[in-house]
């Protein structure tokens, strides 16, 4: 079992930055890779970042270059930095664990940008 837990959503203006971040706990040894979704009212949960057990990254084409992912491992703890924020960017983010193919969810985290 993996335990996730999010924080550091909010609501910010358009062009602001906010980080979230989502930290595991319980089997952790096993985590393949973490990423972190979206999901806005009435759309789907999409992939926004992704980060592998040896640091390989990857980012749905609408945040490249706006938003980093990154993760310590010493405190079990990624990362998403979101810069330049777009009123698109709003949903709910969610944090993600792969633990050898069983996926584990947060709670989730409300980001509202403001335009």
């Known amino acids: 079992q993996v335990q996730l837990v999010e924080s550091g959503g909010g609501l910010v203006q358009a062009g602001g930055s906010l980080r979230l971040s989502c930290a595991a706990s319980g089997s952790i040894f096993s985590i393949n890779f973490m990423a972190w979704y979206r999901q806005a009212p009435g759309k789907r949960r999409d992939l926004v970042a992704l980060?592998?057990?040896?640091?390989?990254?990857s980012y749905a084409d609408s945040v490249k270059g706006r938003f980093t992912i990154s993760r310590d491992n010493a405190k079990n703890t990624v990362h998403l930095q979101m810069n330049s924020l777009k009123a698109e960017d709003t949903a709910v983010y969610y944090c993600?664990?792969?633990?050898?193919?069983?996926?584990?969810w947060g709670q989730g985290t409300q980001v509202t940008v403001s335009s």
């Open positions: 993600n664990a792969d633990q050898t193919g069983r996926p584990y």
């Open positions: 980060i592998t057990s040896n640091g390989r990254t």
